[in-house]
């Protein structure tokens, strides 16, 4: 039967007093997620002592993210990042979120994309080159470098230095994954001066001050160069009509640091773990790639002719997904059978939605077949969301995608890469899980045949 009031949603087991579910999210936080379906389209999971409310169908994500978007705010978890992160497009709600996104949207348009893809192509031939075949390199790492020193040369005109790249570069991961503690864990937990508590302060204590440093040396420089910084420090002025305070552009501008580049290094990571996995599916990838690209540099309109490339990375974005989404009602609303109060949190996990077998068979395979032009058509509303839906939807979801394309394409086109570790423990952050570590041996294809 279905649930008509809060009493009626079944709990998760194994609630403790105080932490409610906090505890059993910690430890194994996907397991947790991933057996939420079996229990209903509707469960309260306690995180401290407030309860929280999943969807597990995707009809009623769609509704929470789309029909009802309007009367959500962000939520929980987003309100305890805001204390760490600031008040960014990312965080911030209501008329704020309205202004800063209509403010950042045309840096998105496009015709900027355009050039941000020949920014994006030179950024990842120059990585690519750097290599040497036999080197075992930390491939996560070199990702966060790629994805970092991207977002700086096309939305910073390359304003920051290369020291300042490299510290950001180090911060991202530790203040990600800091971040999903402190907006899971009681507020007193995170007060304790305990070491992971203090290098994550450090942490962000350093991001501000290194983004004060790019603020800084951009108005340095003195002219305008279009880029969105330019566009934050014109809305930022004294006199700018409506315009933003400095620590509302200091903190659109670690937003965009850490958007632009945690969840697309994280992916470009995994997507060539997967390579290694499935053999089948790299024969067919750099079959396409050797056809489309051959020999000459992958150039912004490639990503387009690059259709099963498309969905592989369709593939691993499935995999390797966002753990947790969550809402707050704004007014009362009969969402999945419920109805739910003002203020009552709800949340779905894309993680576990992406791993439906009801919707994805054989969910656990990675097989980029399955996006074909029929199979995509089937899929319900809401079962596929890696940049989210609705208004609050990825403003830079064009840009990632772009730049997953062509890194991939580039560096499949030159290399092939062997795991040189056991596979890797899956980190939980504030974006996709990552990586514990992902060491990777150099296979120059121009040199060597690969692997049968």
């Avoid at 305890?80 to 209509?102: C, E, I, K, P, Y």
């Avoid at 304003?159 to 570069?169: R, S």
């Avoid at 501000?208 to 160069?225: P, Q, S, T």
């Avoid at 809401?382 to 208004?391: E, I, L, S």
Wanted: aromatic share 6%; proline share 8%; net charge positive.
């Amino acid at each position: 039967m279905t649930a008509r009031t809060l009493a009626d949603v079944p709990t998760v087991p194994g609630r403790a007093p105080l932490v409610g579910h906090a505890l059993a999210m910690w430890r194994d936080p996907l397991r947790v997620l991933c057996s939420l379906g079996a229990a209903g389209p509707v469960v309260r999971v306690d995180l401290g002592i407030r309860p929280a409310y999943f969807l597990t169908e995707p009809g009623d994500v769609h509704d929470l993210l789309v029909t009802h978007g309007d009367s959500m705010a962000k939520g929980r978890l987003f309100e305890r990042a805001r204390d760490f992160v600031g008040n960014g497009l990312a965080t911030s709600d209501g008329r704020l979120h309205r202004r800063m996104r209509g403010l950042m949207q045309p840096a998105f348009g496009h015709a900027r994309l355009t050039g941000y893809a020949e920014i994006m192509a030179d950024t990842v031939l120059r990585a690519a080159s750097s290599w040497r075949h036999g080197d075992t390199i930390e491939f996560d790492r070199e990702m966060y470098a790629l994805t970092v020193t991207t977002v700086s040369r096309a939305m910073f005109s390359s304003t920051a230095t290369a020291p300042v790249v490299a510290e950001v570069q180090e911060l991202l991961p530790l203040v990600a994954d800091g971040l999903y503690a402190r907006t899971l864990l009681p507020k007193p937990l995170t007060r304790v001066p305990l070491p992971a508590n203090r290098r994550f302060d450090a942490a962000v204590a350093r991001l501000r001050e290194l983004v004060r440093v790019v603020i800084a040396d951009h108005e340095a420089v003195g002219a305008d160069r279009n880029d969105l910084l330019s566009i934050l420090l014109r809305s930022a002025e004294p006199l700018a009509p409506g315009g933003m305070s400095r620590t509302q552009l200091r903190d659109e501008v670690i937003t965009i640091m850490m958007s632009g580049t945690e969840t697309t290094a994280i992916t470009l990571a995994w997507a060539f773990h997967e390579l290694a996995r499935w053999p089948d599916v790299a024969a067919r990838l750099h079959a396409e790639v050797d056809t489309v690209i051959g020999e000459r540099p992958v150039c912004r309109d490639d990503v387009d002719r690059l259709p099963y490339t498309n969905r592989f990375l369709n593939e691993v974005m499935r995999l390797h997904a966002v753990p947790v989404i969550m809402r707050r009602a704004t007014a009362p609303l009969h969402l999945a059978g419920v109805t739910f109060p003002k203020d009552t949190d709800l949340c779905y996990s894309p993680y576990a939605v992406h791993r439906d077998a009801r919707f994805f068979p054989r969910p656990e395979r990675l097989d980029p077949d399955r996006w074909s032009e029929e199979s995509d058509a089937r899929l319900p509303r809401g079962a596929f969301t890696p940049f989210g839906a609705g208004r609050r939807k990825c403003i830079g979801s064009s840009f990632a995608w772009k730049e997953l394309v062509i890194a991939v394409a580039a560096i499949a086109a030159r290399w092939y890469l062997e795991p040189a570790g056991p596979t890797p423990r899956e980190v939980m952050s504030a974006s996709i899980p990552r990586p514990h570590a992902l060491p990777m041996r150099l296979v120059d294809r121009r040199d060597t045949a690969l692997p049968a």
